[in-house]
């Protein structure tokens, strides 16, 4: 299945393309973005890794991510998407469409978050209808916890990942 692009009120949601890759490795080299995503900025090659990543995943799993943009004036947003991962972790989440975003500094407390992961979510849903997707943040990244809950997604339990506390999160459709 091609991956799709979205549209909402006020973003653009497109499969990432080499176009995006400026926009991304400005966001990953940003401190303030990076601050609960590894706790350092990203290098060129990680960043590369992670557009490549991004647009491979929708060949291989059928999901993954867009690279968000603001529809009025073209201005990069971040990423939403899906991916299966294959992390060392307990609970395990192979298989499962995990949801993840990240933005651009200059975008935080817009309500851009909201409005592209509520997009991704009712996309996944009417799509591959997921039993579940979850997510994991950092414990300490209140405003990203803050958005789950806000898009639907509930506390599951507390874990390590990479050596740090994780907050593991889920989100179930509403029952028809």
């Not at 529809?71 to 971040?78: I, L």
């Not at 989440?93 to 990240?102: A, K, Q, R, Y």
């Not at 209140?142 to 506390?165: C, N």
Request: with cysteine; proline share 7%; aromatic share 10%.
């Amino acid at each position: 299945m091609p991956a799709p692009v979205l549209i909402t009120a006020r973003l653009t949601l497109a499969p990432p393309t080499l176009a995006d890759f400026e926009d991304s490795r400005t966001m990953w080299a940003d401190p303030v973005v990076t601050r609960h995503l590894g706790g350092r900025p990203f290098t060129d090659e990680e960043s590369w890794t992670r557009l490549l990543r991004a647009r491979g995943l929708w060949d291989v799993m059928g999901f993954g991510y867009w690279a968000v943009r603001e529809t009025s004036t073209g201005r990069y947003v971040g990423e939403v998407g899906f991916a299966d991962l294959r992390r060392e972790l307990e609970p395990s989440l192979d298989g499962l469409p995990e949801m993840g975003w990240v933005l651009t500094a200059w975008s935080h407390g817009q309500g851009f978050g909201t409005e592209a992961v509520r997009a991704g979510l009712a996309w996944i849903d009417e799509t591959l209808a997921p039993d579940v997707v979850p997510c994991i943040i950092g414990v300490e990244n209140a405003a990203s916890i803050a958005l789950a809950v806000k898009t639907g997604f509930r506390a599951k339990t507390h874990a390590t990942y990479r050596g740090s506390p994780i907050l593991m999160m889920e989100r179930r459709p509403d029952p028809a």
